[in-house]
């Protein structure tokens, strides 16, 4: 049995007129999170960012750093990052981090639109 950090690590991206939606699946580790740190920040600049993290099942502190920076340049942009359903191992680092009150949370991806309006 594989451990979490060689789970098969995806990202699937889906823009709308208002928002870029991504979906992890995986561990983020170092390396993959360089790997798509490019396509986080670039969709920053333009849109709103809802970032399904329900099946990640590994994140260590270069992913909880670009959840930073892209929650940072967001908010220079009077634009929001909210995090969908972040799983619980998700949900520890970054309680663990102290950066829990820095990002929205919605339980689903409909919940998070409604938090852009």
Same mark, same amino acid.
């Given at each position: 049995m594989?451990?979490?950090?060689?789970?098969?690590?995806?990202?699937s991206e889906e823009k709308t007129q208002t928002y870029t939606f991504f979906k992890v699946k995986g561990a983020m580790n170092s390396q993959n999170t360089h790997e798509v740190r490019r396509r986080f920040l670039d969709a920053a600049t333009r849109d709103h960012v809802l970032l399904d993290m329900s099946e990640v099942e590994l994140i260590v502190s &270069? =992913?909880?750093g670009l959840l930073f920076e892209m929650s940072e340049q967001l908010s220079r942009g009077n634009k929001k990052l909210v995090l969908i359903q972040p799983?619980?191992?998700?949900?520890?680092?970054?309680?663990? &981090? =102290?950066?829990?009150?820095?990002?929205s949370y919605a339980p689903s991806r409909i919940a998070g639109e409604k938090l852009l309006a």
């Open positions: 594989a451990g979490l950090a060689e789970q098969q690590f995806q990202v &270069t =992913g909880i799983s619980s191992r998700v949900q520890q680092v970054i309680s663990m &981090t =102290g950066f829990t009150e820095m990002f």
